[in-house]
């Protein structure tokens, strides 16, 4: 009853509000819908007490056109006046960055090397000096493909072979995940790895690095997971590999933000703003999950460890930008352009890592 009868009051305001407050809190969050959802009642309730049922209330011959023509217009006034001042005044991005510049950040013109989540066939992409005695193998989930264009164009720049093993929601860790979009277990990932890793345990490559999404796979109520089961799966992995494999990188995982970062960007009003869309990296990359990474990593003797995430968060919070960089293409995912900054030290550590297996130290 209460709702149907501010049912007209929600359908005039529903829209500006939701306009409104995402120019404050982005609607990806439950904060934004929470608050777009009680701000809708309030002003319907309002409208309904000020507007509707006085009017309901006016006898017959109290009933006017001019009345009527006045208390709808005030209402419509309000609507259209409060969509204007969200759109005209918030609902722009920081005046440094171009609508464009934001959503470059999206642009993955290698998708097409990343597996479905579905499904068990391995997608294999060659990229580089295909045939080069220096091999490098790419392996893991979409936060492996990630990096795929930084190490596709170091390996154009050093003459080096690069192939990729990459499935989408599938990590290098020995675990069947639970997956979000088909609520259910995906036993096919558990295949896909077993088969890969066989594999790239035949060949022999000089350089294998290896990512995933570490902070992604513990929020799920159907396959909760605690760190150090989750490290001792991956370690399985790295000990089923690093036998024949002489150097491993393990790039650790970028920071989970929570929002569709380019999107949240688009709304803001200025930079000052951009801690809206910021997170305090104790959530967006727990310390927890950090430390078990490095911690198995170190009973594998081949293998090194790079993390990001200082570069990435400063002041303990995980910022959108970096450099001037929009740093993420979505909520999780780093962008294109913000993973070139770390190009130099990925080169850097396989160069170290491949001459150091040249030289039997490793």
Known sequence: MFIGQRS????????????????????E?????????ASSFVLADLTYRTIENPFRRMGQGQRSVPVLGVSMGVALLACVGLQFFAKSTFAKPPSDIRQQDIFAAKDDPLHDCLAPYTGTEIVRCKFG????????VLFGDSHAAQWLDVL???????????????????????LTPFNHFVKRPMPECTEWRQRVVEEIADQKSTMLVMSQHSFGYFNDRENRLDTQLFAKATLETMKRIGTTQPN??????????????????SRLANQDDERRCSRRVETAAPADIRSAERAWADQVSTTKVLDFTNDLCKEDICWPRIEGIVAFKDENHISIRAASLFADRIEFTLKQMRDKGRDGRM
């Not at 969050?29 to 959802?37: K, M, P, Y």
């Not at 000096?129 to 490098?136: C, E, I, N, W």
């Not at 596709?152 to 020995?174: D, F, I, R």
Request: net charge positive; charged share 15%.
């Open 248 to 265: 491993i990188l393990m790039l650790a995982d970028t920071p989970k933000m929570g929002v569709d970062i380019p999107i949240c960007l």
């Open 129 to 136: 000096s295909v045939g080069s005695a220096t091999k490098l």
């Open 152 to 174: 596709k164009k170091l390996s154009e720049k050093n003459g080096w072979e690069l192939q990729t093993y990459l499935k989408s929601a599938c990590p290098v860790a020995m």
């Open 8 to 27: 007209y009051g929600l359908y005039l305001w529903h829209w500006p509000i939701i306009l409104f407050v995402n120019a404050y809190l982005p609607m």
């Open 29 to 37: 969050t439950w904060t934004g819908r929470i608050a777009a959802i």
